[in-house]
């Protein structure tokens, strides 16, 4: 309140401060040894301003009441600074005054688990790992993070939160002569991650599903590779399908790159405004939505970092994009109002528009039926690597294993898959989305946009789903 | 930032909270400031102030860690709990090389106090005179400036005490066109070098060339990289295998082509910690002395970098390269790259294609295999087609999927002169020229 008082007597006409405390354990096994069993923590203050319509932020690590002054009066005079080469008016909108408290929702308090069971788990899915000769590298890791967040607005909101997440996974790296394979589990680059506690690490049974990782590792060094350029029939699994959320749904309906925004750096969007209601994004099996309220997900919390209550919205519908990821001043700019998108991912950064849990509805299919429906194609799973334009137009994925679809039934193992298309044609080919029943809240904690850098976690529900017509086989 | 003497008093007490104990701590503060700018306005700008301590903490050959922002009384005495439980309850390695012993540190000149003291009105201006040339030719500015300063202290237990102050600078922006765009960006820790009118009329410039781009065809062509694609080349290169434990594990480029010739003559790549043309950082995150290191020489693959981890294992004295404790799982790496320039400005590369293409820019880079560093990418802010020695016409952009290690050997020329580009990740400096390449795959393109 002090900042939001300070500002107002230095000429800002909104201002908002968040004071966080970051606290993060990791460990990580390498090959039977423990490489790393960090504790870190982060606190400081950011302070948010506008004056005569142009934006100023300063942060720092000092509580203090003379630290929160200067970083005001700093922000403040920043905001002149901005107002040099500015143009229109920043407009908020309708002011957010909301109040009160979120706490994630959790059985067990990753913070309260002992060291020494956090390790044993690990040491455990190591060794399974080791029985599988041939294995090179072993890796097994677990993350937790607690967040505390106070936040005030000059409009009158003022909230505190407690955000737990936990995370954990598992990787085996086979080599044989020139190639090197690797399996992940649950979830490729290092770990799944949820908004919950230790007991979604015990749910993943990391040991019980180490051995088979190790061996697929070392199968796939002998496996034949994916076909070279051919057009096919290509199911995704859950984990690379919702990568394929993120990069080329989530990313393009975030407003802040559509209004230019991002131009310089994470890039732009080929869903422009004038597409909105009108663009047949997908399919009528494709229904996106984007919400901060599913349990689990990394984008689910109590509001978000301009004071926005979550809340749950479509940006796809029946194949129609009709929605977009906002903030205030974007939703605004559109006659929209903010569905609470704006995180920062610290006390250090501002805000800026984030994926929250952006996530395709499950279908109809069971998984099985889709494969049995299947005559001739390739089943992908496991993102190995991810490039996409700078609109989220043309795309490459490679994934960590691959199998033959023939005559309905999967057949042989298949190395080095990738896949390549364009955004809406490739969304508008897909004729199937599996079920509820294997429909699974993914993360990604490792979403980075903005400058300086910023570091997000978002969520991703996505089940299996089957895609025509698409282009595999792209390696040299 | 934390001024040395003060730096050495925190660092001193948290050693001493650590008595009997192999410790080692890590001290990093600054100050960063950043101007960003899109649609010609300024839409965000930034500062902030922070100071990072980090504990390595040893009972015999355990050890754990922790890191804290605050460096009053209770939050050093709490950072020491932390990291001794956290040793405490991790099971001895045998690999534990130990703490490096005291060593010399060469001074390099890093700082320049304009730059630590450059105001947010300066930036404005800069940023401005940038926007306003974009407006007068009806283009859309976009980008960030960056300044800052800060300082690395890394203090043991066996009487290592090192530090090191720099400031940086950062400009780049990005102009658009209705079809076209165009980029440019430089860096040094002295902001007055950096050309901000300049950059701005370059980007500018390579936008209304650009205009009404062609699409064509993918396949194998001749290439004109622009240093910028040169940087993302050599990092790369540098993060998917120039470290030594990317090598222990199997999934290093370099795996069996030490002392063998597997790139062009042309090709030299060197990291020197101490070359003030670069990023300079005389020591690691250990508190080692960095050693210049030759990585490939007239194209011949000489060996990795080495922390003492990597080190150890194979026999091998650190190089001074070991990485920040967040980042210590990824091994070791260069951080202040340089390839050895050659005799052609890009115009004589053009004048002597047949038919080519020129390249400004990389997008979204990716590993889509490790032994030869297999890279799937985007072009970006500038694609041009090469005919009969001219720049013929603009192109859309395509993708590409190329083994790097082939793309180094496929080396025709090397540009005269080399540019400093610093990178997101901890502050790693490349120099690098511009490259003619043969035989370049692109494998599709933009609708």
Redo the contacts between chains.
Sequence with gaps: MHALETAHSLGAQYADVRVVNHREESI?V?DG????????????VGVRVLVNG?????????LTNQAVDH?TD??V??????G????EKVDLGPKVTSQGTYHTPVEIDPFNVP??DK?ALLLKADAEMGTEKGV??RRANATSLKEHKYFANSDGAFTEQTIIETGGGIGA?A?GG???QARSYPNAFGRQQVTGGWEAMLSWDLPGNAQRIASEAVALLTADPCPSNITTSLILGGSQLALQVHESCGHPTELDRV???????A?TSFLTTEKLDKFNYGSPAVNLTADSIRPLGLGTFGWDDEGVPAQSAPLVKDGLFVGYLMSRETASKLGRYSNGCMRASGW???P?IRMVNVSLEPGTWKFDDLIADTDDGIYMESN????????R??F?F?TEIGYEIKNGKMGRLLR?C?Y?G?TPEFWNSCDAVCNADSWVMWGTPNCGKG???QIAHTGHGAAPARFRNVKVG??? | MIEEKEARKICEGVLARCKGNQAEVTLQSGEESLTRFANNIIHQNVAESDAQVTLRFFIDQQSGTASTNRTDKPGLDQLVERARNNAKTSPPDPNYPGLPEPAKYQRVAAWDSSTAGYSAEKRARAVGAVCQMAVEQGLNASGAFTTGSGALVVANSQGVFAYHSQTSADFQTVVMGEDSSGRAQASSWNADELDIEALGREAIDTTLKGRNPRKIEPGEYTVIFEHYVTEDLLSSLNFYGMGAQSLQEGRSWMVERIGKQVMSPSISIWDDGLDIKGAPLPFDYEGVPKQRVDIVKQGVVMGPVYDRYSGAKMGKPSTGHATPISFRGFGPIAMNLFMATGEMTVQDMIASTKRGLYINRFWYTRLVHPRDCVITGMTRDGVFMIEDGEVSFPVKNLRYTMPYVQALANVEAVGKSSHLLIGEFGGTGTRVPALKINAFNFTGSTV
């Excluded at chain 1, 142009?54 to 720092?60: D, E, H, I, T, V």
């Design positions: 990580s390498k040894i423990v490489e790393a069993l960090d504790s870190s923590e982060t606190e400081g142009a934006w100023g932020f300063a942060s720092s690590r000092e970083i700093q922000a005079e920043i905001a002149h600074a901005s040099i080469v500015s143009g060291l020494e390790l090179r590298t790296t080599v020139s190639e090197i209004y230019g925004s991002e131009a310089a750096y890039g250090n950064r501002i800026i190995r690597s991810w490039s996409i334009d700078d609109k137009y043309n490459q490679g080095n990738t390549t364009i400058q300086p850098a792209v390696l040299k």
